[in-house]
């Protein structure tokens, strides 16, 4: 091998180990539900190129909204900040478009606080502003 040829090697190997560090992936599975006990996920968050959180939830065996008791006319996935701020982060869309008859659901949204957080609730308004927190149907534990 020549020396160019050790050069870019190192090159391509120092690159590729600072991208593992900096894009690190955590993945946190949802606690069990009272609200919804068939309903499982996980939550994936991973810090990108731009120092932002992509955070990605990924949902199995949760029913449709509507068929809570009372029923509600949306899921809405929230988000405890670093900053302790609660985020909206925006509706589950559990309609035939977005989820199949598995009830398989995915969100995927991005982040520029930390999340510290994440969870579901069943809600009358989609844009509503506070959680209501007698309606919790998923939660994590906090993230590491």
Known sequence: MSGLAYII???IMTF???SLSSCAT?????????VAPA???TVTVKQDD??????????????????LSPPMNAYIVWME???????????????EKFMSKDLKASFETVSGTKPVKIFITAENEVNAQYPDLSRVVL????LK
């Open 50 to 67: 731009n120092k932002n959180y992509v955070i990605k939830v990924e949902l199995s065996n949760l029913a449709p909204s509507t068929r």
């Open 9 to 11: 090697a190192g090159i």
């Open 26 to 34: 955590k993945k946190t599975s949802f606690l069990a539900s009272s």
């Open 81 to 95: 900040a670093s900053d302790n701020s609660t985020k909206n982060l925006g509706q589950l869309n559990t309609s």
């Open 16 to 18: 590729s180990l600072s």
């Open 139 to 142: 939660t994590t534990d906090y």
């Open 39 to 41: 309903a499982q996920g």
